[in-house]
């Protein structure tokens, strides 16, 4: 097991209808559900000596209430804000704010879906961003934040 550093922990935000997963457009989203992603991301932080904690919500405010509330207790985060990625000024000023460093995650490859989801209002003030992956998109995310955090 990897040594953990003093203090490091990882929040992921969940935004809307990410409560739905393995229901919602299996088809597009896939069959594994919220809780699978987490405990997933959970066990890899345990193997790369970081705690992970989870927060979701359907509400914007909520998004940004638990941003300005805990954001910056993490030594970083990752950022599903689902469809509130390309309509959500408060999330992202919420995230500049803190000035916690984050990884925007997205479940598909937004690039090749509807236009208007091609803009993303986090990715500019985001380490990176990763996406199309399914549920291993968070993991990847993970594994790439601790790395962006250790190298800090």
Known sequence: ????????RVGVLHGPNLNLLGRRE??????????SINRRLAARGTELGVEVDFFQSNIEGELVD???????DFGG???????YTHTSVAIRDALKAIGTPFVEV???NIYAR???RHHSYLSDIAVALVAGFGGDS???????????????
Do not use: C, K
């Not at 638990?66 to 910056?72: E, V, Y």
């Open 1 to 8: 097991m990897a040594e953990r550093p003093e203090g490091i």
């Open 114 to 116: 509807e236009s208007f």
């Open 77 to 83: 985060l990752l950022v599903n804000a689902a469809g």
């Open 66 to 72: 638990w941003i300005q509330r805990t954001g910056s």
């Open 26 to 35: 299996p088809e597009r989203y896939g069959s594994e559900e919220l809780d």
């Open 138 to 152: 968070y993991l990847l995310a993970l594994e790439g934040l601790v790395a962006y955090l250790r190298r800090e």
């Open 106 to 108: 997205h479940l598909t």
